[in-house]
């Protein structure tokens, strides 16, 4: 990949995100239905879990897992660095062999990893993706050294010299959401959060509203995750608060597309779909990859919906969230982005 020059930042120099997360090794192995049913939980979501417990399933698993660098922030930063955007990523990894592996693949597709933190306490965190037949992915996670990002080290993290901040929501379970979201409204950031899953929204439910008028400036969830936090109301109804509340709102329907507003302009986009989807990991990771791709070069809200449905169409077509590079230089040839 060339250089990240996707384009220009209003303080000069190019545009700099700064993805927000727990940088997760994924752990992906297909299984079948019976053994789902023998893990704890529900389908379909992500439950975070204690080493032991993740360890008790990888112990049982039926076929050998494939690792990849994931996290839901991860693969959205990954992606963007493959599309030319000049990212970092604020999260700590373990020092060992996982952590130095995720590191080093941030910076060979070009992106930064000055904004990562190490630590000796615990090892890299891991993310257990079991994939059913019907390309669903249920997720147990270990976040280890994840887990113990403190305050004081966002406090050291130099906000000013980003343009966004895009936060994975299951950083609400982090002690560090906070200062991330004080430090980076106060130094002028745009805010962009992805609501994460149906746990998490359940679980913040009181708090949600509040948060999104206050610092978030771009919020996208799917409509289970949309389901949880407005109960009983009809998807436009949903849509038209969340815009009320942030700048952009988007709603991603599945294999019925997505639903965008911003203002009083809203925009409906088909997916690009997959007759036989191998694996869902990290497509709506991808979506958002592509979707603040379109919004931070000044595509209309269609166009930059579309480019995450295309994102997101390419992942699916494969065992977890790295899209093959032939493929990317093929994605790159439909976004006329060079390099």
Do not use: H
Not at 164 to 176: H, K, R, T
């Amino acid at each position: 990949m060339s250089d990240s020059v996707c384009c220009n930042s209003p303080r000069g120099g190019s545009f700099k995100l700064l993805g927000v997360g727990s940088p997760l090794l994924d752990v992906l192995v297909p299984v079948d239905e019976a053994f789902l049913q023998t893990v704890p939980g529900e389908k379909g979501g992500m439950l975070m879990v204690d080493a032991d417990f993740q360890q008790a399933i990888l112990d049982r698993l039926p076929g050998e897992p494939r690792r990849v660098p994931g996290g839901s922030a991860g693969n959205t930063v990954f992606a963007l660095a493959r599309l030319g955007v000049d990212v970092s990523m604020f999260g700590k990894l373990g020092s060992d062999a996982n952590g130095d592996f995720y590191r080093a693949r941030l910076v060979e597709l070009g992106g930064s990893d000055a904004a990562f933190v190490t630590t000796g306490e615990a090892p890299t965190g891991t993310c257990l993706a079991m994939i059913t037949p019907d390309a669903e992915r249920t997720m147990r996670s270990s976040l280890a050294a994840s887990l113990l990002l403190r305050p004081e080290e966002a406090e050291q993290i130099d906000f000013s010299q980003f343009d966004m901040v895009y936060i994975e929501g299951y950083m609400f379970y982090s002690a560090v959401m906070p200062t991330v979201m004080r430090r980076a409204k106060a130094a002028g950031c745009r805010i962009g959060i992805d609501l994460a899953s149906f746990e998490v929204v359940r679980d913040f439910r009181e708090d949600l509203p509040d948060i999104l008028r206050n610092y978030v400036d771009i919020v996208i969830g799917n409509e289970e995750e949309a389901a949880a936090l407005f109960t009983g109301l009809p998807l436009e109804t949903q849509l038209e608060r969340l815009a009320s509340w942030c700048d952009i709102a988007a709603i991603k329907l599945g294999r019925r597309g997505a639903v965008v507003r911003r203002a009083d302009e809203t925009v409906r986009v088909p997916a690009q779909l997959v007759e036989n989807p191998v694996d869902t990991t990290a497509a709506g990771d991808l979506w958002a990859a592509g979707f603040l791709y379109g919004v931070v070069t000044g595509k209309m809200l269609a166009e930059a919906a579309w480019y995450g449905a295309l994102l997101s169409g390419e992942v699916v077509k494969v065992v977890g969230s790295e899209i093959p590079d032939p493929v990317w230089d093929e994605i790159r040839r439909k976004l006329k982005i060079d390099g």
